[in-house]
């Protein structure tokens, strides 16, 4: 998908409305951080997650907007 066309965020639109939320992020994965970020999601404090063994994860929710 062309990260330029309008598609991801039309689909984040279509598939969450204005319905809270919450996705597990890379803590590197600052574009995906960007994105979630222009659609109302921030970092939940102390959320970070190392489950993974070395790859560590943080929660950004959305409340209702």
Avoid: Y
């Avoid at 279509?14 to 109302?40: C, E, M, T, Y």
């Amino acid at each position: 998908v062309d990260m330029s066309c309008g598609a991801p965020d039309a689909l984040s639109t279509a598939a969450l409305g204005d319905r809270p939320a919450h996705f597990w992020v890379f803590k590197d994965n600052l574009r995906a951080q960007h994105f979630l970020r222009r659609h109302g999601f921030e970092l939940e404090p102390d959320s970070a997650d190392n489950s993974l063994g070395g790859v560590i994860l943080e929660r950004m929710v959305r409340e209702v907007v």
